[in-house]
């Protein structure tokens, strides 16, 4: 399980009698495990999108300073 704002995963253990041990149809728990991926994915590639922004910023500030990117 992923917390939310925290770049580590975290492990809980929730102790349930036996006679109340919540169960979810299996296509149930496949759906939320689709979407349990899917969100994993997206936010991984937003983690992309960020790196290879600053990489993208980080080359302008340097052909500004060096002359290979001028100003409009």
Sequence with gaps: MRSPGRDRTVRQTVVHPPHQL??????EQQR???QFRA??????ALRTAGRLGGQLVRGMYDGLTDGTVTPR
């Excluded at 919540?22 to 296509?27: D, E, K, S, T, Y």
């Excluded at 969100?39 to 991984?44: G, I, T, V």
Aim: net charge negative; proline share 13%; glycine share 6%.
């Design 22 to 27: 919540p169960r979810l149809p299996l296509a």
């Design 32 to 34: 939320y495990g689709e």
């Design 39 to 44: 969100l994993a994915a997206f936010e991984d």
